[in-house]
């Protein structure tokens, strides 16, 4: 029973998070995120925005939402045991917050 609690806590935390770039900052501002999006904990997003920085330029950004505020629209990811698929699209307002350090 514990081992399938740890496994599945990972999709009930209270907080998904998203990586990307700040060149996409103002198209997402705008449009929201395309579907399907990739979330899951801070340090997968922090990956995803470092391979999308190496990609198209920008500084790393990871945008935290808390899980509440999606619809219940999720897949899990079978080739990643740390993320969930969004399918729809997701309109944010993005405020800028320093990441601070514990």
Do not use: C
């Not at 998904?16 to 501002?29: H, M």
């Not at 500084?59 to 990811?77: A, G, T």
Request: net charge negative; glycine share 6%.
């Amino acid at each position: 029973m514990k081992l399938l609690f740890e496994n599945w806590r990972k999709y009930i935390q209270e907080d998904l998070y998203y990586g990307t770039s700040t060149i996409f900052q103002e198209e997402i501002a705008k449009n929201g995120i395309k579907a399907p999006s990739e979330w899951g904990s801070y340090g997968l997003a922090e990956e995803n925005a470092m391979k999308i920085v190496e990609k198209h330029g920008g500084e790393p950004m990871v945008i935290q939402m808390p899980r509440s505020e999606f619809k219940i629209n999720f897949l899990l990811d079978e080739d990643s045991e740390n993320s969930i698929m969004y399918t729809e699209d997701f309109f944010i307002n993005l405020e800028k917050q320093e990441k601070t350090l514990m």
